[in-house]
């Protein structure tokens, strides 16, 4: 009930492309949705956020898309940057705890 | 205005001794989370304190771990005896008020703890 799946795992995508990672929840007690961004080394940083009575976000090339029926929520690099290449996290809250989902490593080639 | 800095960035430890993890908020934050990270793993949740408090430590081992965030000081995990199970990146995250996942949760660079 207080996970979060995440996928891919890994993505690679080319400078310029678009990228996409995908996460689901079981709990419906989640109301905020936010993503994070960790570099090697460094704690992770609030990226982007959403609640679910808005369907989609945008800040800049990123883009969160929520879909409350089907309880997913993805994020959207467009225009991907080498130094966009970091570890992504999907999250959720419930209360006072913030449950993440496992992570996707991006690499962006130039 | 400093970050969430926590201390070492690196411990080693052998099997059977005591951790002890630092962390201070960020200035004006009053309330503190810990989070282990497992390599290739996401973030998991372990304590949520509050000065003198602890709101929520479902997250934390029953035995071998503690937390504490004293009304003077940085807050503390400590890991007695410890296994080679407990190596990996512990982080901290501050916030202004109770439960406040609405707003940015700040997170410092981590402690990576090795157990030999």
């Known amino acids: 009930q207080q996970q979060v799946k995440q996928s891919p795992q890994s993505l690679i995508v080319q400078k310029g492309g678009i990228s996409i990672i995908n996460c689901a929840y079981e709990?419906?007690?989640?109301?905020?949705f936010p993503w994070y961004q960790q570099f090697p080394g460094k704690g992770p940083a609030l990226l982007i956020a959403i609640r679910p009575d808005v369907s989609e976000k945008k800040e800049g090339r990123f883009t969160i898309s929520f879909n409350k029926s089907a309880k997913q929520f993805s994020l959207h690099i467009m225009d991907s940057q080498p130094g966009d290449s970091a570890t992504y996290f999907c999250?959720?809250?419930?209360?006072?705890?913030?449950?993440f989902g496992e992570g996707t490593q991006l690499t962006v080639n130039p | 205005n400093a970050g969430v800095m926590q201390n070492p960035r690196h411990l080693v430890r052998r099997r059977g001794q005591e951790a002890r993890l630092r962390c201070s908020p960020m200035?004006?934050?009053?309330?503190v989370y810990w989070y282990r990270q497992l390599p290739e793993e996401g973030l998991k949740f372990m304590v949520y304190?509050?000065?003198?408090?602890?709101?929520?430590e479902s997250g934390m081992p029953k035995e071998r771990f503690s937390a504490e965030f004293p009304k003077e000081g940085p807050s503390i995990l400590r890991i007695q005896q410890v296994v080679r199970g407990d190596s990996a990146a512990y982080f901290c995250a501050s916030s202004p008020r109770q439960g406040a996942m609405n707003e940015k949760l700040f997170f410092g660079s981590g402690t990576q703890l090795s157990v030999l």
């Open positions: 200035k004006g934050h009053s309330h």
């Open positions: 304190l509050q000065k003198e408090n602890i709101i929520d």
């Open positions: 709990n419906t007690a989640f109301d905020y």
């Open positions: 999250a959720a809250t419930s209360g006072s705890r913030l449950t």
